[in-house]
């Protein structure tokens, strides 16, 4: 069974620094598409960046130079390293995973995942 369990999340300061943490288990690691999303209170969830079956990576224009997706394969984990954070980055985090998606930023959409994560809240004060 998969399971997917995000920690790492808190209260920061703007411009401070937080990582998140995504464990796997249940499945082949390295053979999904993994990805990370946000949804912030009345908004939508919209990813964040993700790592393919290859190892590529990368995180949308909105957190560009300040957010790295990587991995650590030798313990099915997927990282989300978050620096100069904004109050705007205030948001319940996800991981999610799937077998089949087409792993790039433009096909990160919520409904073609289908293994998440209990999400963990990341807020940012001004």
């Known amino acids: 069974q998969v399971h997917l369990a995000e920690s790492g999340g808190g209260s920061v300061q703007a411009e401070g620094s937080l990582r998140l943490s995504c464990a796997a288990s249940?499945?082949?690691?390295?053979?999904?598409?993994m990805t990370w999303f946000r949804q912030a209170p009345g908004k939508e969830r919209e990813g964040v960046g993700y790592?393919?079956?290859?190892?590529?990576?990368s995180v949308v224009d909105s957190v560009k130079d300040r957010f790295t997706s990587y991995q650590d394969k030798a313990v099915k984990t997927l990282y989300l390293q978050m620096t100069s954070l904004k109050p705007e980055d205030t948001a319940m985090y996800y991981c999610?995973?799937?077998?089949?998606?087409?792993?790039?930023?433009?096909?990160?959409?919520?409904?073609?995942?289908?293994?998440w994560g209990q999400g963990t809240q990341v807020s940012v004060d001004s």
């Open positions: 249940g499945f082949t690691y390295g053979s999904y598409c």
């Open positions: 790592i393919d079956t290859w190892g590529r990576t």
């Open positions: 999610a995973a799937d077998p089949w998606t087409v792993c790039k930023l433009d096909y990160l959409d919520p409904k073609k995942f289908l293994y």
